[in-house]
């Protein structure tokens, strides 16, 4: 094993409780992905056990000399996996066919993966190409501990969502498998992408809705396979409708209400396929009103050939959206990226735009199974606004 020394800014960094050393800002260092390193201040005292991630521009620092640990192995990772498993069961998120995220990255004292358990499955993201071998003993890991059947590692590399290397550990998983949240049942796809169909960051939002929608006239844009529209319907919606790029996702959405025991072709319950920002057009002007508007957007997306930046074109968006709210309905707003800055900010932008005021009545964002370190603030990535609208 390597060992190699970094700059005081990278030492003081792990001492304060990072993981995640941005090796952007060390000159003439050549790392190989993968490479596991032991890692030591400028005075030759070691700070860490390190995995190479030059993909990312990163050492992740796996362990320090109080973890106890040699090496970076299958000891030390089954470790970290059982401290994971047990935050999670003092949650109450195991079940044998419970969706959850058991490992989230540096919170988890695991920097460059995350996991998602899909009922049976654990879906392990690897994100660098050179973590994907211990990517794999972590797959081993987790099914272990969680009994779980089997695993699937992706390659979360930057750039599409759909093109992605995978690798299994014990059963293969089915193409489609039905999960369940709060007792909910959703269709999810373990194979085939990065995205599987049920984002597991959004559970707490899922649990908070239904307080707000009960008789309501509620839009979803960006709803994606709907686990937000279906949410809405259970909690007693007058009506939903949900808005999306994909006819496939649209028909996905669709089985999920179905399976909440919704009927096809209920008129209480929409599918529209098309732009999110058209849409808000032709309902403004054909007089539409929603009591409640979800947005969710990408961060960056060419998706029906309409390029979106969202800090470039949250704003406007979120003012077409007020077109269609009437006095007193509400604005419920996620952004996805930790670049943004504040989105209470951005929501204000909008609604000076269309002339209207809005009251924050909640601000979240990742719910506690999703643990970021205090040392990395940009991890807690995911930002939810709920406002009122005068």
Not at 125 to 136: H, I, P, Q, S
Not at 297 to 308: D, E, I, L, N, Q
Request: net charge neutral; with cysteine.
């Amino acid at each position: 094993m390597r060992t190699l020394a970094v700059p005081g800014f990278a030492a003081a960094f792990v001492a304060a409780g990072g993981r995640d050393i941005d090796i952007s800002r060390v000159t003439d260092l050549a790392l190989t992905p993968g490479e596991h390193v032991r890692v030591t201040d400028e005075g030759g005292d070691e700070i860490g056990l390190a995995l190479g991630d030059p993909d990312n521009a990163r050492l992740r620092v796996m362990a320090v000399p109080a973890d106890g640990f040699a090496k970076v192995d299958g000891a030390l990772i089954g470790w970290r996996v059982e401290r994971a498993l047990a935050l999670r069961t003092l949650l109450g998120l195991p079940g044998s066919d419970h969706a959850y995220r058991i490992v989230h990255g540096a919170g988890d004292g695991l920097p460059g993966f995350a996991c998602d358990v899909l009922g049976r499955t654990a879906v392990v993201y690897a994100y660098g190409d050179g973590l994907r071998t211990v990517g794999r003993q972590l797959a081993e890991a987790i099914v272990g501990f969680a009994k779980l059947d089997g695993a699937v590692i992706k390659l979360r590399a930057r750039g599409g969502a759909s093109d992605v290397k995978e690798d299994t550990v014990g059963v293969a998983p089915a193409e489609t498998a039905i999960v369940t949240e709060h007792g909910v049942p959703y269709e999810v796809h373990p194979l085939g992408g990065l995205n599987t169909g049920l984002f597991t960051d959004m559970r707490e939002q899922r649990r908070g809705l239904p307080r707000f929608v009960a008789g309501k006239r509620v839009l979803n844009l960006f709803s994606y396979t709907g686990a937000l529209s279906v949410t809405c319907a259970r909690a007693g919606a007058a009506t939903v409708t949900s808005v999306d790029t994909s006819a496939g996702v649209n028909a996905w959405n669709a089985g999920n209400f179905g399976r909440s025991g919704f009927a096809a072709g209920d008129p209480r319950w929409k599918f529209e396929t098309g732009d999110a920002s058209r849409y808000l057009v032709r309902a403004a002007r054909d007089k539409e009103r929603y009591d409640v508007v979800l947005i969710d957007p990408p961060s960056t997306s060419s998706a029906a050939g309409v390029s979106w930046a969202l800090g470039r074109d949250y704003p406007e968006l979120i003012a077409k959206a007020t077109a269609v709210i009437p006095p007193d309905g509400l604005l419920w707003l996620a952004a996805n990226t930790h670049e943004l800055g504040s989105l209470a900010k951005l929501a204000h932008k909008g609604l000076r735009q269309a002339n209207r005021v809005g009251s924050v009545l909640e601000q979240s964002g990742l719910p506690p199974e999703y643990p970021t370190l205090v040392a990395q603030p940009a991890d807690r990535y995911l930002q939810i606004c709920l406002l009122r609208v005068a």
